[in-house]
């Protein structure tokens, strides 16, 4: 049987076309955006919304609730694209999702880190390198390009579903609540 074919117009495809130097980068609506050492631009470019908190008080959109509410292509087709830019010694705290989370680098070196049996173990990336992570894996990642301390670099990630959640790591909470950043 073959698949269905939709045949769009330019103006219902330029819905779906979204030019870089059009999406906003928000640095917010999440609670470690302000840590030290997280400090961060993240693009929602394709995908899905804030969460409905089925997983309780504790549960974020993975791009935070700023990115999330402005999706530069906002549909729910199994999938988000978005970029994160930071400069070197930033990233997210660990974190974990309930579903796939890829990342692909796209300037500079991003260390991608995750826990396993009480140690942290992780691979440096560069330039269209991947690296996904399963859902339920604490990870997190980590402009590592510290040869350029003043330049921020871009990685892209594509987390899988139409309103995965995001939660962080018993540390990274315990920290967060310690700096007033989380309840």
């Known amino acids: 049987m073959p698949l269905p074919t939709l045949h769009l117009t330019r103006e219902q495809m330029r819905k ?3 030019f870089f130097k059009d999406i906003k980068g928000f640095d917010g609506g999440l609670p470690d955006a302000h840590y030290p050492g997280c400090e961060r631009l993240l693009y929602n470019a394709i995908g899905f919304q804030p969460p409905k908190g089925k997983g309780g008080a504790d549960v974020l959109s993975p ?20 970029f994160c830019e930071a400069k070197p010694g930033n990233g997210p705290l ?20 995750w826990e396993v049996d009480g140690r942290v173990e992780y691979f ?20 590592v390009t510290f040869s350029e301390p003043d330049k921020s670099h871009f990685i892209m990630f594509v987390i899988g579903g139409d309103a995965p959640e995001a ?16 309840k």
């Open 94 to 113: 660990m974190h974990n999702h309930d579903t796939n989370e890829t990342f692909i680098p796209l300037t500079g070196t991003w260390r991608c880190s």
């Open 124 to 143: 440096d990336c560069g330039p269209w390198d991947v690296c996904s992570f399963p859902p339920g894996v604490n990870r997190r990642f980590e402009n």
């Open 63 to 82: 791009v935070g609730a700023e990115a999330a509410a402005n999706s530069a292509i906002p549909i729910s087709e199994g999938f988000n694209l978005g």
């Open 167 to 182: 939660d962080f790591s018993d540390e990274a909470k315990t920290a967060l609540r310690k700096e007033g950043m989380m």
């Open 16 to 18: 779906r076309v979204a």
